[in-house]
T-cell receptor
Framework: NAGVTQTPKFQVLKTGQSMTLQCAQDMNHNSMYWYRQDPGMGLRLIYYSASEGTTDKGEVPNGYNVSRLNKREFSLRLESAAPSQTSVYFC????????????????FGPGTRLTVL | AQSVAQPEDQVNVAEGNPLTVKCTYSVSGNPYLFWYVQYPNRGLQFLLKYITGDNLVKGSYGFEAEFNKSQTSFHLKKPSALVSDSALYFCAVRDRTGANNLFFGTGTRLTVIP
């Protein structure tokens, strides 16, 4: 049981390049999330998917797109990378689906460290 | 709107001494509250959560947290700190409707001094 896996672990991009961060979970969770972590700012939610087939914007969605490929996989795409997107990106998953199930903890992947030059 | 405050960026404590990492929150209605820990170059790991019932919540690795509704606080505590407890700790809050997602504090770096 690998939990939440992310690829790649590290990536360096030039301004304007595009890339996709991959995330997969093997816990049969309904909900998946993408966060970015910046020094002194904690974790901020970029996008989430409450259940397969749905995606919604979080706190900081600009410059990103997501795809919930199936129940296991949730990818994050940067279409035209900017230096402001230099960050550590975490994917997470939880069991919940729908209102009334908001008390489930989230399980996090190991992160992707992205540098945009 | 939800918010979480972790007033201390850094907490230092001697090994064997009790530790406290502070967290206060703001949310509409009653909250769900969580503590997570992050070790270097790792993702966040769940420590404990408050849902309802007993205000003292016990979690992993000997940690506990006390929910105080009147002070809107959820401080993390441990009776005797270990060097291996040194890490970054995050408090998070969510309202019970589920209409808003989990909101994290900015984190507190705990250093346990041998």
């Amino acid at each position: 049981n690998a939990g939440v896996t992310q690829t790649p672990k590290f990536q360096v991009l030039k301004t304007g390049q595009s890339m996709t961060l991959q995330c997969a979970q093997d816990m049969n969770h309904n909900s998946m999330y993408w966060y970015r972590q910046d020094p002194g700012m904690g974790l901020r939610l970029i996008y989430y998917s409450a259940s397969e087939g749905t995606t919604d914007k979080g706190e900081v969605p600009n410059g990103y797109n997501v795809s919930r490929l199936n129940k296991r996989e949730f990818s994050l795409r940067l279409e035209s990378a900017a230096p402001s997107q230099t960050s550590v990106y975490f994917c997470a998953s939880s069991e919940e689906a729908g209102w009334g199930l908001a008390n489930n903890e989230q399980f996090f992947g190991p992160g992707t460290r992205l540098t945009v030059l | 709107a939800q918010s979480v405050a972790q007033p201390e960026d850094q907490v230092n404590v001697a090994e064997g001494n009790p530790l406290t990492v502070k967290c206060t929150y703001s949310v509409s209605g009653n909250p769900y509250l969580f503590w997570y820990v992050q070790y270097p170059n790792r993702g966040l790991q769940f420590l404990l959560k408050y849902i309802t019932g007993d205000n003292l919540v016990k979690g992993s690795y000997g940690f506990e947290a006390e929910f105080n509704k009147s002070q809107t606080s959820f401080h993390l505590k441990k009776p005797s700190a270990l060097v291996s407890d040194s890490a970054l700790y995050f408090c998070a809050v969510r309202d019970r409707t589920g209409a808003n997602n989990l909101f994290f504090g900015t984190g507190t770096r705990l250093t346990v001094i041998p």
